[in-house]
């Protein structure tokens, strides 16, 4: 694969990709034009036993035009509303990409959420009807809400592709009636209502066309040379931009195979070993597990020898900055690392990096083609293009406030535009101000903090109203807890034996971070070194692995009030000091 050069526009202080004046038509077209192409080649894959079962396109088309059929059985109309409420799966395909194809919407919700904002986000998307892959856990959510039918993963899905296929004079008459219908959809008409991952408030339903999302299909055909029949390797969550938009329309549209990673990006031993039997051309994933990764491949050759791969092309990385210290391992190995910034408001891609081995911490890239993007009021990166969003579900407020009379998008991202392209410097609703007035852009000093040392996971740094800003550090335990280290990937850091030991060896790394500050007044002046994990389960990190301020500053009060008040008294129990002189 190769990245062509993008039209770069650094005059004044905007960024413009290539033009696309192609109609990027509907996601049901692009599947009607895919299973006649490929029709036996496979599309979906899920593990049994110790190979994977694959799904053809021609079988995956069966399926979805019964779940078309029983939809209209239903009496669904066009645009009305079905919330997906499950793990991703062969179901949870066919039945999504039905509900897309037919001119119906898809609302899909993380189904980890609790049952009580479960019940709100169905209530206040006044959905129709509701799949699951556990009725009895939602059966509250069908009492409490009328008119909301509930259909499970397994059996009863299987039963609704059953119903047409077992006909065959029925399923070539539905066929015909529901592939015309399938070619009336457009791209200007909605297909999404993706709810944001809600760092900071409820859920914002952000409302994606069928243009918005297969206009990111287009700008990557035009950037990336792609070839059918590639192979994915995918964990990535649905009801997320990352994975549902981005990877999995990425594979469709390209002809390709998408296996299901049942290690969901939590069990490195089972990733390694999935990767072992799908050997996929391409990975997709955040940072977090690509720290898990890195952890295991410098302590296991064998592991090190099945991810790199003869055939992996390259890796691809998004949601947060990934550390120096883990692309490194990348470089060592020659595989590129592709890295893209967006938000879900943008379908989500807006920028992407090339693929040169080097990489420039806190740089995303050059505009895909179609979006330009420029800075405005304090530094605010806005985003103009057919990817950006129709608007927020019945909240026209947050509409009018997120989008200008002109179309552009404000994300809430600080950045900076440099010869090499964008670079992001914080969200603005993190930026805060010392007691001497100045500015501090937490992300960047984050970042410096975790590629210095592998054995970071992840940095909070806070400190408003502080002469310094200040941090709370949380350790790689996966790699702490490991055993003997491959040289060839171990740097400058030995390992060190425990968290505490960690703690004594990170003084002269944030030595080391605060001098290459330009600016005095941003170097750290004192950090805990906490001997814990972020959970997501704790609400500490998003369904994307991103750090949750609000939640960390709750959870961690106790810890942030002894760096603000400077207490002489004995530390939280479970975390070290970091006490570095300002230079």
Known sequence: MALDATTKNLAGSGLNGPPVTEDPG????????????????????QRCGDQFEYVSWGRLLCDVLAVCHFLDQNRLAAGDRVALITSNSYDRLAFELAVLSSGRVAVPIFHGYDLGLLSQLVEFSDVRLLLCDDARKLAGVGNTIPNVKIVETGDECAGIYAAVVKDPKKLAATRQEIEEKIYRVVSRDLAMIMYTSGTSSFPKGVMLTHGNIMSQQSALAQLWRVRPGMRFLAYLPWH??????????????????????????????????????????????????????????????????????????????????????????????????????????????CTLTGFDLERSPGIVGHPIPGVSIRLGESDEIEVRGPNVMAGYFRNEEATRAALTSEGWFRTGDIGEITQQGLRILSRKDRVFKLNNG???????????????????????????????????????????????????????????????????????????????????????????????????????????????????????????????????RGLPPGSWLIDVEQV
């Open 240 to 349: 997320h931009s990352f994975g549902g938009l981005f990877e999995r329309f990425f594979a469709l549209a390209s002809g390709g195979s998408l296996a299901l990673d049942d290690s969901f990006g939590r069990n490195p031993d089972r990733l390694i070993e999935n990767f072992r039997i799908v050997k996929p051309h391409v990975y997709f994933s955040v940072p977090k597990v690509y720290a898990d990764i890195v952890s295991r491949i410098i302590t296991d050759k064998s592991a090190r020898e099945i991810f790199f791969h003869s055939e992996l092309e390259f890796v691809f990385t998004a949601a947060a900055p990934l550390p120096s210290s883990i692309s490194d391992v990348f470089r060592r190995a020659d595989v590129p690392v592709v890295e893209g910034w967006g938000l879900t408001e943008t379908s989500p891609c």
């Open 438 to 568: 100045e500015k501090v852009f937490p992300t960047p000093i984050e970042e410096s903090l975790r590629t210095r040392c592998r054995f970071i996971k992840h940095a909070f740094v806070f400190g408003s109203g502080q002469k310094t800003p200040l941090a709370l550090l949380f350790p790689n335990q996966e790699l702490l807890s490991a055993g003997a280290i491959d040289h060839k990937d171990e740097g400058d850091c030995s390992k060190p034996a425990c968290t505490k030991s960690l703690a004594d060896c990170l003084r002269g790394c944030m030595e080391s971070v605060n001098m290459q500050q330009a600016l005095r007044y941003a170097r750290i002046g004192r950090a805990l070194v906490i001997d814990r994990d972020l959970l997501l389960e704790k609400g500490e990190l998003t369904p994307s692995f991103k750090l949750v301020p609000r939640q960390v500053e709750k959870n961690y009060a106790e810890h942030i009030d002894w760096l603000l008040e400077d207490r002489g």
């Open 26 to 45: 509907s996601i049901g077209q692009m599947l009607l034009r895919n299973a006649m192409q490929f029709q036996n080649a496979p599309v979906f894959g």
